[in-house]
């Protein structure tokens, strides 16, 4: 019987995942943009002439533009956001209390005029006819003219005014390590409409969602600045830094500077008179540029070593994510931490060795598990940040540390953070929308610790070589479609042949922990028992006092199916036995053994996120 259900589940789960999300569609923009940036007042005048298919079934009405820039006013929602939350991001507040009982201030509130940032949108035409519009916050209501068929492609045209805000969150000027424009989330941005409808998140600081498209930014900006910007620079010869033998035209004491990029979702620029520009090519053939200021010797020498290492960042992750796709990325001090873009990444430049490969490393894996696949980050955050810091560990760890083959688990400490979390009453379901979170410190685990956890330990349940073939598999089908992480699921499930309905549900969805105990050792048995509501399959590491070992694995069974041996070093020449399924209506397990056990214990691999693991081990 249970062959007979298992064979039904293959063929079940290869039929979801062959077809895709049936009926899948996506929208696509297409923009051009002219921008012409006043770098004495920190404003620029911007037109876009966008072309927009829907793909969709649906006749739209209406469509929507982000406008970014206009979060950083006084009264905005971001900025009562950070005056009532109770830990505001330090970035974007100073404490005009004391260090005993800080009260802390939106630095937004004190903007001037001359200091916020703003998008006012000028004029804008549906194929030639004037469109009415209204400004909400950070968000434009485009009214149509006539409604957008499904298959059509229609054509907008848009003039704007932009003023640059101080740098307070991501965007902005002058950032306290001296980038003069920071130009992230700076255009008028179409919002995303998919199956769940449209994505209309007011910006209160976290991320972004946004359909896929092709863009031509031509940049006219003083003749002494440089430039780091997504894409592919046309006119390398024409402007500063790229081009030893360039001939820097100006018109009016002003350079032109000219990208290209195709299929991503955003586009980043910094610009700064005191620029440079290194560059070096993976041996998949990425070209990748850093662009920074290089206000010391260590400074540089950071950034040259950094630069060597991203190339080989790309070539790791092409063998164990999938192929980088694009033909460049940039890496380009500006910001105020750091933060992915298409094909681009602002950080902070500033900082030691280590601390700079680890930022990079990570934006970097963000052109995977963000960008490549369009994930919404605003919706299902751990599966943007939490597989983002996966993917940098492992690389961290690989190329920076040089620790060789990757044993057992090696993001230990998320999972100590995330214990932290679990058991500090301030955790939330990993599945609340990344802008409602209570506190930063219950959203900065969940995204990024908890998430790597969610990974870490499918790996467990469905064996490390499933999970490997998982991401790879993942990309294969996935890459530029916005995928779910049901998605990710359903490729975990065909890859391995178990049901993972009831780990995603419960890991996701709620904030129920596992809690795991030997609870009895006897010459002939062993007793667990399961103290939480959170079940999981077993791996038992039973050494016997004539000195061998036998792991017993004992699968769940909504399961449905079994993990394969797996190659540990730790299980070499250790007998594997395969017990019949434990139930998760059943608290307790007897595992009967024919030899006198020594040391019993749960999980030696520590990829079960076990919250209490001090029950988890027995010596007698």
């Known amino acids: 019987m249970r062959k007979l259900l298992l064979l039904s589940f293959y063929v079940l789960t290869a039929a979801l995942v062959s077809a895709q999300r049936a009926g899948y569609w996506q929208q696509k ?8 940036v006043d770098d004495e007042t920190y404003q620029y005048q ?3 002439t966008l072309a927009y298919t829907n793909n969709s079934n649906q006749a739209l009405a209406k469509v929507y533009f982000h406008l ?10 971001m900025d009562h956001r950070l005056t009532n939350i109770a830990d505001p991001d330090s970035r974007m507040t100073v404490n005009v209390g004391t260090k ?3 009260v802390y201030q939106s630095r937004i509130a004190t903007l001037t005029p001359e200091q916020i940032g703003y998008q006012d949108i000028q004029s804008l035409t549906y194929n030639g006819q004037p469109a009415s519009f209204k400004v909400d916050g950070t968000i434009l209501e485009v009214t149509l003219p006539e409604a957008m068929q499904p298959s059509q492609t229609a054509t907008f045209v848009m003039q704007w005014k932009a003023q640059v805000p101080e740098q307070i969150r991501r965007s902005g000027r002058n950032s306290k390590e001296g980038v003069a424009l920071s130009m992230a989330q700076w255009y008028p941005k179409m919002a995303h409409f998919d199956e769940f409808g449209w994505h209309l998140d007011e910006y209160v600081a976290r991320e972004f969602i946004a359909p896929f498209g092709n863009f031509d930014v031509t940049i006219h900006i003083n003749k002494d600045y440089v430039i780091g910007a997504s894409g592919k620079l046309q006119n390398p010869t024409a402007v500063k830094g790229y081009d030893r033998k360039a001939k820097i035209s100006s018109n009016g004491g002003k350079a032109t500077w000219r990208f290209k990029a195709e299929n991503i979702h955003d586009f980043v620029w910094a610009a700064d008179p005191k620029f440079v520009v290194d560059s070096a090519k993976s041996r998949g053939g990425v070209s990748v540029y850093t662009v920074f200021l290089p206000t010391n010797n260590e400074v540089k020498s950071n950034w040259k070593t950094a630069l060597g290492l991203a190339t080989e960042f790309f070539d790791y992750c092409a063998d164990h994510f999938g192929a980088y796709p694009w033909p460049t990325y940039s890496i380009v001090q500006g910001g105020d931490g750091g933060m992915e873009y298409g094909t681009a990444t602002l950080v902070t430049g500033g900082r ?4 700079l490969v680890g930022v990079i490393f990570h934006e970097a894996a ?5 960008h490549l696949f369009g994930i919404n980050e605003t919706v299902d955050e751990w599966f943007d940040e939490g597989f ?3 993917i940098e560990e492992l690389a961290f760890q690989s190329l920076f540390e040089k620790k060789g083959a990757l044993e057992t688990n090696p993001v230990i400490n998320a999972y100590r953070a995330y214990y932290k979390l679990a058991l500090s009453g301030k955790e939330e379901p990993m599945s609340l929308l990344a802008d409602y979170y209570n506190t930063n410190y219950a959203y900065s685990n969940e995204a990024y610790n908890k998430g790597q956890v969610l990974a870490e330990q499918l790996g467990y349940i469905i064996g490390k070589q499933n999970l490997e073939k998982t991401f790879l598999k993942f990309y294969e089908i996935w890459k530029f479609k916005h995928p779910t992480p049901n998605d990710f699921k359903r490729v975990a499930e065909e890859v391995s042949g178990i049901n993972l309905k009831w780990y995603f549900n419960l890991f996701i969805n709620t904030t129920r922990t596992i809690d795991y105990a030997v609870e009895q050792v006897s010459d002939t048995e062993i007793t667990l028992t399961n103290k939480s509501n959170f079940a999981m399959p077993i791996d038992l590491l039973v050494e016997y006092e004539d000195g061998s070992k036998e792991l017993f694995y004992i699968p769940l069974r909504e399961m449905r199916g079994e993990k394969p041996a797996e190659n540990f070093s730790l299980y070499n020449g250790v007998k594997r036995t395969v017990l019949e399924d434990w139930f998760w209506t059943k608290p307790s397990y007897t595992v009967k053994v024919t030899k006198k056990p020594k040391k019993v214990q749960i999980d030696p691999s520590l ?3 076990d919250i209490e693991s001090g029950n988890n081990t027995v010596i007698r």
């Open 29 to 36: 923009v297409d923009y051009k943009m002219d921008i012409d």
């Open 46 to 48: 911007g037109k876009m």
């Open 68 to 77: 970014y820039f206009n979060a950083f006013q006084p009264g905005s929602m």
């Open 100 to 102: 005993e009982k800080p």
């Open 352 to 355: 030691n060795i280590k601390s």
């Open 366 to 370: 963000h052109s995977w598990y963000q």
């Open 388 to 390: 983002t810091s996966y």
């Open 607 to 609: 990829r079960l996120a």
